[in-house]
């Protein structure tokens, strides 16, 4: 019994950390109102405060780059 016990505290305590540390923060924000220095490649605009990435029209190598300042 105690050995069942003792797995079964394992197994939760592991749930526990798995659940914390797969969490994620943001650790940058940038607000897209304006565009205060990002070089934007064919695909990409910044409308309405959010960056856009539109498929149109389509590019076949995909390097399409949205680059921010520094």
């Known amino acids: 019994m105690k050995h069942y016990l003792l797995k ?30 990002w070089t934007l490649e064919s695909n990409w605009s910044i409308t309405s405060g959010y960056l856009q990435l539109s498929w149109s029209p389509s590019v076949t190598n995909y390097d399409l780059s949205a680059t921010s300042p520094n």
Not at 13 to 35: C, R, W
């Open 8 to 37: 079964a505290t394992l197994i939760a305590m592991f749930m526990i950390v798995a659940v914390f540390a797969s969490g994620q923060s943001i650790f940058y924000e940038e607000p897209f109102d304006t565009n205060q220095g």
